[in-house]
């Protein structure tokens, strides 16, 4: 079994080095129209600039899983701004995919929990295609949508779940079929069991992105992790490539939901130790607050156990 470790956006030991720098639509409005188109091209290169930066990072320390930041591109959706960011950058962009490709990163994207298809407003609908589309058409500019995944939650139940499921099937359909083959299903630690998750993305044909730490804070009785796995990773066969699964462990038993620092291997051994019974290759991107750092402390901590060998910067072979 071969697992490789990643993480979310923004490598902490890197010194300002954040992708995510913002521009606010209040401080866009209160610019002069000549400052505007301005400031929005030197936000967005600086996020691409630190973005490759973290690329460089992470071959460096053989981090092949990196989840983009999805503020890369300042008001890319916002109705009255909506502007061409593709191509002022598209030098830029083509050399991020082209290390991306050159070294085989596995890449991805995560809309913020605004991104549903559950809701019966149809403005949060279109919303949620629109800022697919965004990541897609990012993806698209890097050369390498047909790689990457673009990872969102089922959505709110709105007090009853069979109704808002039914609305997701329904409204999923205004999404093109070419961001739907690129996306994939996230279990949530409140709303949206493994379970229930999982017979939406059977039904869509959508690989179904297990969070293990969510699983924990939010299953039922007859959920047990050796039994839901297999069927999990059945759904990733379309995609032709090993399943990948998100990691963190509770900040508290108060606070459990709430990411901690790095991970607690003690919370995921049992994890672990189910996969290595099914024997089965996987990526962990870990979710951690200290993200790349909490990314190399796991993976020294994982290679402590008995069997485990380190053979590489960020993966392991049990």
């Not at 191509?87 to 991306?100: M, R």
């Not at 939010?218 to 032709?240: G, I, Q, Y």
């Not at 998100?246 to 900040?251: E, T, V």
Request: with cysteine.
């Amino acid at each position: 079994m071969i697992i490789r470790f990643g993480y979310v956006s923004h490598a902490l030991s890197l010194w300002d080095c954040s992708p995510a720098k913002t521009l606010t639509f209040t401080r866009w409005k209160k610019l002069e129209e000549n400052e505007r188109k301005d400031n929005l091209l030197h936000v967005t290169k600086q996020n691409l600039e630190h973005t490759l930066r973290m690329i460089y990072y992470n071959l460096a320390h053989e981090i092949y899983l990196y989840r983009f930041s999805s503020s890369i591109v300042p008001l890319a959706t916002h109705p009255e701004v909506k502007w061409d960011y593709r191509t002022p950058f598209k030098d830029l962009l083509s050399e991020i995919g082209d290390l991306v490709k050159k070294h085989h990163l596995r890449t991805s994207f995560h809309p913020n929990q605004f991104t549903l298809f559950t809701s019966d407003k149809k403005h949060i609908t279109e919303n949620a295609v629109g800022d697919m589309a965004y990541h897609y058409d990012l993806l698209e500019a890097m050369d390498i949508a047909d790689q990457a995944v673009i990872n969102i939650h089922v959505g709110g139940a709105y007090g009853n779940k069979v109704t808002a499921t039914e609305r997701f099937h329904e409204n999923l359909k205004l999404l093109p079929l070419h961001i739907k083959q690129r996306m994939t299903l996230e279990n949530d630690d409140k709303t949206y069991t493994t379970s229930e998750t999982l017979v939406i993305c059977e039904k869509e044909d959508i690989p179904l992105m297990f969070d293990y730490h969510h699983f924990m804070a939010n299953h039922d009785d007859h959920e047990e992790v050796e039994n839901l796995l297999p069927k999990v990773f059945s759904t990733w066969a379309r995609l032709k490539v090993i399943p990948k699964i998100h990691i963190s462990s509770p900040k508290s038993e108060k606070e459990y939901r709430s990411h901690s620092d790095y991970v607690d291997l003690e919370f995921l051994v049992p994890l672990i130790t189910t996969l290595k019974e099914l024997n089965v290759d996987v990526d962990f991107m870990i979710e951690a607050k200290q993200k790349d750092k909490a990314v190399l402390q796991l993976v020294e901590d994982v290679a402590r156990i008995r069997g485990v060998k380190r053979v590489g910067g960020a993966m392991i072979e049990w």
